[in-house]
């Protein structure tokens, strides 16, 4: 049997170590040492202290952000944890030079520096810039929905809030009758004790309720009341590929050349819809903070997925000659190379209880329409435009319809509606203005425009799948839109700070 010389991973080894010769040339953290030490502007950060005559020496920043960002590229967020590691591994120790920041200075820093990580992100930017990363040719608008340090729980519109607090003073209510009648009993009931917690429980969640109702105002949206939250009003409940969260999306302008992110922001809002026009105007004044004078936008083409798509934002798009080519809900409909991709979904079941004017027999020659039961509609209107298109106009007659066997069927609300109508419709009207998602659609249904749109999948998909599944970022831990803004901005640094790691002459 052969034999092994004998080794224990347990023993310790006291050996002198030198720093600066862990920090290995073309390692990551080798270039953001270099960077933060060498190109980076950190006197932004020297007004954030007030201790020079008095207090304690303070940590330098530019030790809290090499620690900082590197434990974001190696997927820590805990500041607990980044403290930790600068106690037992040799590379966060090399990085803070063997100091030990509390895990609640780290903390701190992360989330008051948000004025701070905006001038920082724009100096990474140029450096990226000035190193030849960013083609200036093609941007591509994406966000990403992520969960934030908030709970569903505590969501809702303030109606749905008292509701919620009505419903919790019932169940106090009701505890306390309970022990009321179990107080004439002869002998004690053993689960008093823990319905009392309970009860102490439901009354503090109440006094919160209480509380937050009387200080904060109803969050209003477009259509009407917005849910709001209690732990971080400034969050927003949102779909997303996970189910429904309580979160943030997190926006990102992406150049095609490296996929460097030139602009990050991240929104508490349900809907992309209003974020477009903000990360074109976020874009415009990054590249003019690091001195670029023209508009990036005079020749870059911009594209973006069907969720930034509105008659807004296609009419900012062309006023502002915006070479832009933004997708809309059918676009995929409208590719010839999808025209099969229905039959491999599984076929929704049609509603059998309500007819669709698919199911009444239009005649265009002789201008007709016959009911599902079998009665003939009276031409009501041969020319009518509705939302720009011709349409002609169909009504049943109250002899037919008021005595009907299928009246429930026929008609959405038959106590509202005496008769039926129906609508079929042509073509668009000549004398309608063409609407500006129109303009957009006929212009990405080319062969160009479908072409330049296919570029967008490749330049900003990649970008999200490196900063949640490489960087690890699966959730915000901070709350409040500034903090989670920052957070945000952090990775997006760290990731451009990889393509210079990886692209950067002198890095690779």
């Known amino acids: 049997m052969a034999r092994y010389k004998d080794y224990s991973y347990e023993q310790t080894k006291l050996i002198p170590i030198s720093f600066h010769h862990q920090i290995l040339p073309g390692t990551f953290e080798y270039t953001l040492n270099y960077l933060i030490d060498n190109e980076v502007d950190l006197s932004l950060f020297e007004q954030r202290y007030r201790n020079d005559e008095t207090g304690a020496p303070a940590y330098d920043p530019a030790i809290l952000l090499k620690i900082v960002l590197y434990a974001y590229s190696r997927g820590i967020i805990s500041s607990r944890q980044i403290e930790q590691c600068c106690r037992q591994n040799i590379i966060f120790m090399a990085l803070s030079a063997d100091t030990h920041p509390h895990f609640t200075t780290i903390a701190d820093f992360i989330s008051s520096s948000g004025e701070q990580i905006i001038e920082l992100f724009r100096d990474v930017l140029l450096i990226c810039d000035e190193m030849g990363l960013i083609g200036r040719e093609m941007f591509a608008v994406d966000g990403c929905k992520l969960p934030s340090n908030a709970s569903k729980e505590w969501s809702g519109t303030k109606g749905e809030l008292r509701r919620k607090q009505e419903k919790m003073e019932r169940a106090v209510r009701y505890l306390v009758e309970k022990h009321r009648e179990m107080d004439v009993r002869p002998e004690a009931d053993p689960v008093v004790e823990r319905e009392q917690r309970q009860i102490e429980t439901l009354r503090e969640k109440v006094r919160k309720l209480k509380s937050w109702l009387k200080q904060n105002e109803e969050k209003q949206g477009k259509t009407g009341p917005r849910k709001s939250n209690l732990t971080d009003n400034e969050s927003a409940k949102m779909k997303s ?185 042509k073509a668009r009207s000549a004398q309608a203005p063409e609407t500006f998602t129109a303009k957009m659609k006929r212009k990405i249904d080319s062969l160009t425009g479908r072409s330049i749109y296919s570029q967008r999948l490749g330049t900003v998909e990649p970008v999200f799948a490196n ?31 990889l393509k210079i790691h990886r692209y950067a002459p002198g890095f690779t």
């Open 241 to 425: 590929s996970h189910g429904v969260i309580q979160g943030y999306d997190g926006v990102a302008t992406v150049d095609r050349k490296h996929q460097v992110i030139v602009h990050a922001e991240a929104f508490g809002q349900p809907q992309e819809h209003d974020l477009l026009e903000p990360m074109i105007e976020g874009t415009r004044e990054n590249f003019k903070s690091i001195g670029v004078k023209k508009d990036v936008f005079e020749e870059a083409k911009l594209t973006a997925d069907a969720g930034f798509h509105t008659e807004r934002n296609m009419k900012m798009l062309f006023e502002e000659q915006i070479d832009g080519y933004v997708a809309d809900i059918l676009f995929r409909k409208r590719d010839p190379r999808f025209q099969t991709a229905a039959r491999h979904k599984p076929k929704k079941e049609q509603r059998a209880d309500h007819f669709t004017p698919q199911d009444f027999i239009y005649d265009s020659k002789t201008l007709t329409c016959i009911c599902p039961a079998g009665k003939r509609l009276y031409l009501k209107q041969r020319y009518v435009v509705i939302r720009g298109y011709e349409a002609i106009c169909f009504m049943g007659a109250k002899r037919d319809c008021v005595p009907c066997g299928l009246r429930s069927r026929c008609l959405k609300d038959p106590s509202q509606s005496t008769t039926r109508q129906v609508y079929f419709f």
């Open 467 to 497: 900063i949640c599944s490489t960087l690890g970022l699966r959730r915000f831990s901070l709350r409040g839109k500034t903090k989670v803004d920052t957070q945000w901005k952090l990775f997006c640094i760290v990731h451009n700070l």
